[in-house]
């Protein structure tokens, strides 16, 4: 039988643990799947806010009946649209019958985009400063636009100094703990990190404005409830995610650089491991991750430690590697910023690939202190000696951002 957990008086988490999921929004969720949260509260007026993934739904709805009939229900509140938390909307819909069901005015709009029976629905527009009665509690409302969707928002119970957060904060970890202090703070930090850096990254500067209204609001908070992973509950683990995501978000340079690259016969890889070399004589730890091996979110989780990526790519079909390729193109929407970049790589006959690379990670914004380096064929000594000179040039480059 499947319960709900109290997290507060008369608070509940009614959520789903997707043990399975592997891939999240086109990144890898490996090993550790996620989990769609969503809650009520048992008020005067009973409120369900959120509600999960469409094939998750009997299982919050049960957890749901386990401590109120379903049709008791009065509000449901739907603070993001995405359907890893509405898709269930409907069944819940039908199950509870509420009086009203509110969203922001973005919402309303991805509400119509995204089910047919929304005309039928008894739909409400709140917007931020919007405050509703619960009875002994209210819910007050702050548009979170672009954390994760336009239509995003916070919902937030004085009474209970409760914030719940939908995407932010959030951490993809399917688990029987339901706290984040009932776990090991590395594995938290991976995890809000991994989330962030493939998740919420192009939007830091939306993030940062979140960040500067709840500051402002002086909202006292002492849990933190998201819609995906565990819970902050108690006031020094709520100022620990809302610090978390201002350093993630201000992106300050890091020493520490990720050298990623793709090889058909080594001569790439030889070269990454000479600008490793190069890089350590310049004091300037790095990793070496070769696209065959890591998933280009696990690369993006190492970007997010780094204030230098080098990219490396043989020549081919005059072109880039196509994991190479997807890479970029993976890193290009999620925005990093305020990072050196350089290029290197092999080649057999025409060579542009450095070049290209290169156009890229100036596209994107990366400064590169360094001209790239190619290789014919299999690089040679004074080759090899030209990518510890990258290395070091990079590194004493990233030594004087980082000042
Ligand atoms: Fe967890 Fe933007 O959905």
């Known amino acids: 039988m499947l319960k709900a957990l109290e997290i507060k008086k008369d608070v509940y988490w009614i959520g789903a643990v997707d043990h399975q999921s592997r891939n999240f929004h086109g990144y890898s969720l490996s090993p550790r799947g996620t989990t769609y949260n969503n809650y009520v509260i048992l008020d005067e007026k009973k409120t369900v806010f959120d509600t ?6 009997r299982v919050s709805l049960d957890r749901l009946a386990s401590v109120v009939n379903p049709e008791d229900i009065d509000y449901l509140v739907i603070n993001h649209v995405e359907a890893d938390h509405a898709g269930a909307l409907p069944m819940f819909i039908r199950a509870c019958r509420p009086e009203t069901v509110f969203c922001s005015p973005m919402g309303l709009k991805a509400l119509e985009g995204h089910f047919r029976a929304w005309k039928d629905w008894p739909l409400k ?8 009665s619960l009875g002994k509690r209210s819910v007050h409302f702050l ?10 928002m916070f919902s937030y119970v004085p009474e209970d100094t409760l914030l719940f957060s939908n995407d932010a904060f959030g951490q993809n970890i399917a688990s029987s703990e339901r706290f984040t202090d009932e776990i090991s703070g590395e594995v938290l930090l991976s995890a809000m990190s991994e989330y962030y850096h493939n998740i919420v990254l192009p939007y830091s500067p939306q993030v940062l404005k979140v960040l500067a209204q709840v500051e402002q609001m ?10 995906h992973g565990l819970i902050f509950r108690g006031r ?19 020493k520490r650089a990720v050298i990623v690259y793709d090889t058909m016969w080594h001569s790439t890889e030889a070269m990454a491991l000479s600008i490793a070399e190069g890089l350590g004589e310049a004091g300037v730890p790095s990793r070496i991750m070769s696209l065959k091996e890591n998933h280009h979110s696990a690369v993006m989780s190492e970007v997010a430690r780094c204030g230098l990526v080098v990219v490396g790519s043989p020549t081919h079909n005059n072109g880039i590697l196509p994991f190479v390729a997807g890479f970029l193109t993976y890193m290009k929407g999620l925005r990093p910023q305020n990072r050196l970049g350089g290029a290197f790589g092999s080649f ?3 060579g542009e690939c450095v070049k290209l690379i290169s156009e890229q990670l100036a596209g994107m914004g990366f400064e590169l202190p360094a001209e790239p380096v190619k290789a014919k064929f299999v690089p040679d000594a004074a080759s090899l000696e030209q990518c510890f000179a990258l290395g070091l040039t990079l590194g004493r480059a990233l030594e004087a951002k980082c000042g």
């Open 52 to 57: 999960v993934k469409h094939a998750d739904a």
């Open 125 to 132: 527009v709140v917007k931020s400063g919007d405050v509703i």
């Open 143 to 152: 548009e979170t636009r672009m954390l994760h969707w336009p239509d995003s």
């Open 218 to 227: 002086e909202l006292d908070i002492d849990m933190i409830a998201p819609d």
């Open 236 to 254: 020094q683990n709520a100022a620990f995610a809302l610090e978390t995501y201002r350093s993630f978000a201000e992106q300050k340079p890091r």
């Open 348 to 350: 057999g006959w025409s």
